[in-house]
Every structure is written in C-alpha cells, then in structure tokens.
C-alpha cells in the first residue's frame, strides 16, 4: 500500500509529470530526474506539500476494500484499511513505525530493515538523491525499455543503508512515471501507474498496479479522493492503544503449567471449540493463527475471502474464519479472526493436528516453554516480572516473529527467526549458498509444510552459540533449492526451531520484544536422532510405508526404495493402525542394530535386513 510521505515529498511511486518536456536523446540519471521534477512543478513546489489525504479503493490478493492515508512532513503516515473480512491500521509517528492487526494487537516496528528503511526514506524527502556527490544515494542510466506502448528512460536508483534497488522507468516525451521496480532481498515489486489528476500543481497517478514477487500477489489501487496541505490532527499519527482485551484467565493472571504433547519435536496443544477439544500446533511463526477448513466446516464455522500464505517451502492459499470463543486450559478468548486452511489435519500423521495458535494467540502473553517437562505458561504481560538468572535477548519482531542472533561454527552470523512451528533449526537458501554450504556433506530428506514438500540438507556442525549459551554438534538444515517460500528470506540467515529450543526453558515476552533463554534440564542431552536415512509415511490405506530413502544412507544400501509398505519388523506384523512413531523410534536406536523388514513391492513381499548407522 502506499506511504503517504512519497506524496508529500519524493515523486516516485506517485506523482506524475505533465506533458510538454520532450529530450529524447538525455543519458544524465540525474538529468533526467531534475526535467522530471521540473516537469511536475519543480522541486519547491513538491517541497511545499506539508501533509495530504488520500481515499479509494483497494484490491489485495482478491479481497476488494477500501482506504483511507493522512501523511505529513517529515515520515508520518497512517494508513486505515477495510476489507470487511479483516482491516488492519498501520503508520509512523515520526520516531517509528507501528501497525494494528485485525485482531486489535498493536506493535512498534523496530527490526533492522525498517529501521533503515525510515532512514531511507527521510533522506529522499530532502532530495538527497538529486546529488551527485551524495553520500547515501547514486543515480545510474540503464537505457531505454518500452513500458506497454510508451518508451520509457529508465533510472536505477541504489543506496548505501541497505540493498533495496529502485529502477523507475519516465516516459521519453513526457517526463511520466511508467512503472517502477522496487527490488528488496526478499521481494520485487513491479508497479504500473496510470489516470493521472492534477492537484495543488502537480500530476498524480490515481490508479496503481503492483505484482510482488515471488508472494505471488497483487495489489491494486484506485484514488478517488485526494486533498493537499489539508488540515490535519497530529494525534492521528499516534500509535493507537490495544484493543479491548480479548481474553480472561480463569485464575489470576497467569496460566501455569499447561501440559503439551511434544512429538517429532513439534508442540501440540489442546485447544477447546464449542466443547470440541483438538490437538492445536503451537508456531511462533505463524503470522496468524490456522485452522482447518473442514474442522470448521463440522463446527458450523464458515470461510470467506482468499489470500496467498508464505511457508518455508512455497506460497499457498488462505481463506478467512471467524472462529467463536475458545479457550486453552486456563484461559478463554473471546471471537477472533484468523485463517483457515483446506486439509490442513493432513498434513500431520501423529498426532492428528487441527489448527495453529500463532501470533494472534501468543503475542498477548508472557510465554514460557519448559520443554524437558513439557509445560507451557502464560502470563499477563502487565503483571509479569523476570526473576531468574537466564540470559535476556533483545529480539525485534520481524514478520511477528521473534529474531535473534545466533552464530554457527564461529563464522556463519547473523539474526534468526525464533520459530517454535518448526521442528528443526534451518539456514535460509541465500544465506547457505552464499556461504557454500550447499555443497557440504550431509543427509537428504524431505520436509513437509503447508506448501507442500521440500528437499533439504542436513548437516552436522561443530557448534553454534545463542545468548552466551554453547551447543555442540547441531544438526542444521539447508534447503536444496531455491524456492518461492521463507526459505528464500535473505534478511535474516534462517530459522531456529525446537531441535535447537528444547535445549531451553525459554520466555517469549512480545510487549518487550524480547526473549529469555536458561539451561534446560535437557541442555546436555544428546537427544537419539536417525540412524536409517529413511522417512516413514502412510500410503491412501493407512498403511506404514517408506516415503523417501537418502541416497547412500544404511537404509539405502540395505535395498529399499520409496514406496515399499511395511509389512512386519523383526517378525512383528504392522497393522494399519501401527503408529509411525514407534516406527520412527526404531531407526534410532543404537548404530549397530540390525532391524528385519518384511516389505511388500510391486505386489510382492521382500525381506531386507537394515543395520543401523550414524550418518553424521
């Protein structure tokens, strides 16, 4: 959506020239800017734009609504939203920025990325980029492209804050602003302008069309109300209170305690719909809670409105639910907003799992994980107070999740994504084949996500420091691809999950942003981990079968292949309701144990013996 400071000072992105300049031949980026800005009334006159109001419509993702932007000089903004399904709030104060979901939680952005980009975008509202000598900014000329029918001059605009690129591309006649490209490490936004109106001089673009990629989105943009140096409230651009709250502890101000199922390193809650109780995944990196949309579907609950989710391995699609009252042992919320997604139960073999409690649910407490006793607390964040003498991290929400530093082997640094969603701890592909890690030696296997199935890596290094703490011979994961999902995140290096967590008692104190780590019963532990180099699914019957052998592993090198059902092991008979994880427990045991399969391959039974193997 649109930052309503580009309209107040800086023309790219919104305001359009008029006609009557015409230099065909011009190679100066900066030249050209300068007859851009001239065309459009000059610099003075963009200068003299001290605040602005703008109202129309909006289309995201397929979801129509409408908004309403006020703006002022220097970087304040807020920007209202409505899409009736949900509506979200966002702006800058002029010290930093801060969105309100659709859910009435407010939070300060303050990662590293946007606290550059605010600085970026303060030095462009001074025309520092106009400068040849400038410090920050360079114009170059990168030629002449056609844009639909119209020959465009186009300038590439980089910076010295951060790696964001800006190519913008002017009409050659008439000075107008095409298209433009705003490159980040993460996404590419490619947008159209078009239906230009004159307003207090100057010529703005009142319809925009922006494709992001590889988010597989689309936004459009349609002004239909536009005033210029209007009289505006400052209070507008505070950052709103919190909603109501929305939640009610059954005791006190805190719920202790709560057992949790801990399976393949995954955190299942109980959680409780209209006396219906499900097993829930717990994901701090889940942007907004999930469910799933048949389970809905049973309770009465009905889904509306489409938009593209953002998983580890690909995009896929989310509707929207508004899930009534619900409630976790010793708290209750009240209505709530959250998504919903099509055989998402699915996706998991044991436990059965029936939604996600993300950032929605999590962001209102204290939360503590005692992952050796499996026991999750929360507290209200108002009451709460540390008392222990475990290590506090400063850890800036990014995508409302939690990152911190962490640094592997000495050498690979950086800020990680705190993600209990995810079972295993994981470099993000840029960041990995950036540093070679690709090529090291490791163990294939593929993960599955709401996106689908991946393939990755998994690599055993010496250690990897976190908060002081020191763990040795983490196993780390690389994804084998380049893929459309946050495994292509270059801002931060990856993603630390529970194979890395349960190590820990750890708090997540969202109002502070910040997280705390202590030892946890398990820190030593070297927990038993796959000696096979196979994975264990189920076929349409319900029947244990293999779903993936890594090549060279001892799994491979004893015969077997994907697709062979399990018949029996060590004389035992698997019945279709064997569970997996007793399975899965077995190809952990000690490096030299010999298992006897009983397979069944192309309608025939075949016996393979597998000797166990530690493959790192």
């Known amino acids: 959506m649109k930052n309503i400071q580009i309209i107040?000072?800086?023309?790219?992105?919104?305001?359009?020239?008029?006609?009557?300049?015409?230099?065909?031949?011009?190679t100066d980026p900066y030249q050209i800017f300068k007859s851009h800005y001239k065309a459009i009334g000059g610099v003075e006159k963009l200068k003299s734009v001290k605040t602005a109001y703008l109202?129309?419509?909006?289309?995201?993702?397929?979801?129509?609504?409408?908004?309403?932007q006020w703006g002022e000089s220097p970087l304040r903004y807020r920007l209202e939203e409505d899409f009736t399904i949900i509506s979200q709030i966002e702006g800058d104060n002029g010290q930093f920025s801060w969105i309100k979901d659709t859910n009435g939680k407010v939070m300060i952005r303050r990662d590293e990325e946007t606290i550059k980009r605010r600085k970026i975008k303060i030095r462009l509202e001074k025309f520092e980029h106009l400068q040849p000598n400038s410090n920050f900014f360079s114009l170059s000329f990168e030629g002449i492209q056609?844009?639909?029918?119209c020959q465009c001059y186009v300038v590439k605009m980089t910076n010295r804050i951060n790696h964001d690129v800006l190519w913008n591309f002017f009409d050659t006649k008439h000075f107008l602003l095409r298209k433009s490209i705003l490159k980040q490490p993460d996404i590419e936004i490619h947008t159209l302008y078009s239906d230009y109106h004159e307003k207090y001089g100057l010529k703005i673009a009142y319809y925009e069309e922006s494709d992001i990629f590889p988010r597989e989105k689309k936004e459009i943009i349609r002004i239909e109300k536009c005033l210029i140096n209007t009289d505006i409230d400052n209070s507008i651009f505070n950052m709103p209170e919190n909603s109501a709250q929305d939640f009610r502890f059954q005791k006190g101000n805190s719920s202790e305690n709560i057992p949790f199922e801990f399976v393949e390193n995954n955190i299942f809650l109980k959680v409780k719909i209209i006396d219906d109780e499900r097993l829930w995944l717990l994901d701090s990196g889940a942007s907004m809670s999930v469910i799933d949309k048949n389970y809905a579907d049973s309770l009465g609950i009905k889904s509306s409105g489409n938009v593209k989710g953002f998983g580890f391995g690909a995009n896929f699609d989310l509707h929207f639910v508004t899930i009534p009252s619900f409630s976790v042992k010793g708290v209750e919320f009240q209505e709530q907003k959250i998504f919903s997604f099509a055989n998402l139960a699915e996706k998991f073999h044991e436990p059965v799992c029936f939604?996600?409690?993300?950032?929605?649910?999590?962001?209102?407490?204290v939360v503590k994980i005692d992952y050796a006793d499996q026991k999750f607390s929360i507290y209200d964040p108002i009451n709460f107070k540390y008392s222990g003498n475990g290590t506090i991290i400063d850890a800036p929400l990014k995508s409302r999740t939690f990152t911190v530093p962490m640094t592997v082997d000495n050498k690979y640094s950086g800020r990680w994504h705190v993600d209990l969603g995810s079972f295993n701890t994981s470099f993000h592909f840029p960041f990995a084949n950036q540093n070679n890690l690709l090529a090291r030696k490791g163990v294939d296997r593929i993960s599955r996500g709401m996106g689908g199935e991946y393939m990755e890596k998994t690599i055993q290094f010496q250690n990897l420091k976190i908060g002081g703490f020191v763990i040795t011979k983490p196993l780390i994961s690389v994804p084998h691809k380049k893929k459309s999902g946050a495994s292509l995140v270059s801002e931060l290096v990856g993603n630390i999950g529970n194979s890395t967590l349960r190590h820990f008692q750890i708090y997540l104190d969202y109002e502070k942003q910040q997280i705390i780590l202590e030892k946890g019963k398990d820190f030593n532990k070297n927990f038993p981990r796959d000696k096979s180099g196979m994975l264990i699914g189920r076929t349409e019957r319900d029947e244990p079968k293999i779903v993936f052998v890594s090549s060279g592993s001892p799994g491979y090198r004893a015969g077997f292949i994907e697709g062979d059902i399990i018949i029996s092991i060590n004389l035992k008979k698997l019945e279709n309701s064997s569970s997996i994880l007793q399975i899965i427990r077995l190809l952990r045991?000690?490096?030299?144990?010999?298992?006897?399969?009983?397979?069944?391959?192309?309608?025939?039974?075949?016996?393979?013996?597998?000797i166990l193997e530690d493959p790192y």
């Open 8 to 26: 107040i000072a800086f023309t790219v992105g919104l305001l359009l020239t008029s006609a009557g300049y015409s230099q065909p031949n011009l």
């Open 55 to 68: 109202e129309g419509t909006t289309v995201y993702d397929g979801l129509k609504g409408r908004f309403k």
């Open 146 to 149: 056609m844009v639909e029918d």
């Open 355 to 365: 939604g996600i409690l993300g950032y929605d649910f999590l962001s209102r407490f």
């Open 589 to 610: 045991e000690n490096a030299g144990t010999k298992h006897n399969f009983v397979i069944m391959r192309d309608g025939e039974t075949k016996a393979i013996q597998l």
